[in-house]
């Protein structure tokens, strides 16, 4: 049986794998699946509809699962899903979706989220990203993987930041964030390419030439964004044999081609 401590209350339709453990105090309502190897800490409260995965850690004080703070919210049957081996620091808040978008808000795997983050409705947090202390994501913003978000970072509705960005302390995102980029302040400002992120995940001297030439053609060569579009497009031909550096430029052209918000320049 799940190790459950016993000031804590656990509703019986939850569902606990075996080795679950739930520290004192701790609140876990129906529609509640964890899986195995997770802990949940003391004071935490968790509401359903929500699944969360293997081998996460839950500190203390975390609200996941809550009602979205969204005004249209009319207690439709929404959830929360948190894939495996996250860490959740204390304090941090995570709600469900809506169904003005998928119904769900869904966070990946591998995830080192700091105290007090806050995750709204509807929003898709992909894998190994670091969010620090106090970031703040509006509803339905997507964050792909490896992002790393400063403390105190804010991120506006409906914005999207590329993977392998990076945000600086108390940045003000109001518009989406290219992969690979590096930004900050208020208002919003591109300060280079990530290029120290990109080295510790094992990128090549060839692939990070290649960002920077992206990174050149999107914010230094005067180019409008549909210029400096086919000027990356024209860069795929020159990688020869490379498909790493293929998979970047592919992978930067793809998240242009859905920016909504207009590219933080």
């Known amino acids: 049986m799940a190790k459950v401590h016993p000031t804590a209350i ?9 080795d679950v ?7 876990v309502g129906a529609g509640v699946a964890i899986a195995a190897g997770t802990s949940v800490g003391a004071h935490c409260v ?3 509809p929500t ?10 004080h975390a609200a996941l699962g809550g009602a979205p703070q969204d005004m249209k919210y009319r207690g439709e049957p929404t959830r929360l899903e948190i894939g495996d081996r996250n860490t959740i620091r204390e304090f941090c808040t995570f709600s469900r979706g809506t169904v003005q978008d998928g119904g769900v808000t869904r966070v990946g795997d591998d995830n080192w989220v ?33 992002v790393f978000l400063g403390g105190l970072t ?3 509705q409906f914005c999207r930041i ?19 980029m590096t930004v900050a302040g208020n208002p919003l400002a591109v300060h280079g390419c990530n290029v120290e992120g990109l080295r510790r995940r094992g990128f090549t001297s060839a692939r990070i030439a290649r960002v920077r030439q992206m990174h050149r053609l999107l914010y230094r060569d005067g180019l409008t964004l549909e210029q400096a579009r086919a000027a990356i497009a024209a860069l795929a031909a020159e990688t020869g044999g490379d ?15 859905v920016a909504t918000r207009g590219i933080a320049r």
């Open 10 to 18: 656990v509703d019986a339709a939850a569902e606990l794998a075996a």
């Open 21 to 27: 453990q739930i520290g004192p105090y701790a609140v």
């Open 46 to 48: 968790i509401e359903g």
């Open 51 to 60: 699944r969360i995965g293997r081998d996460n850690r839950i500190f203390a």
């Open 114 to 146: 700091m105290a007090y983050v806050h995750i709204a409705h509807d929003c898709r947090v992909g894998n190994r990203t670091i969010l620090a202390n106090a970031a703040t994501l509006a509803g339905h913003v997507h964050i792909d993987d490896w």
């Open 154 to 156: 804010g991120v506006h």
């Open 162 to 180: 590329g993977a392998h960005a990076m945000t600086a302390f108390q940045s003000h995102v109001a518009q989406d964030v290219p992969p690979f």
């Open 243 to 257: 498909d790493a550096a293929r998979d970047d430029i592919e992978l930067m052209l793809a998240f242009l081609a």
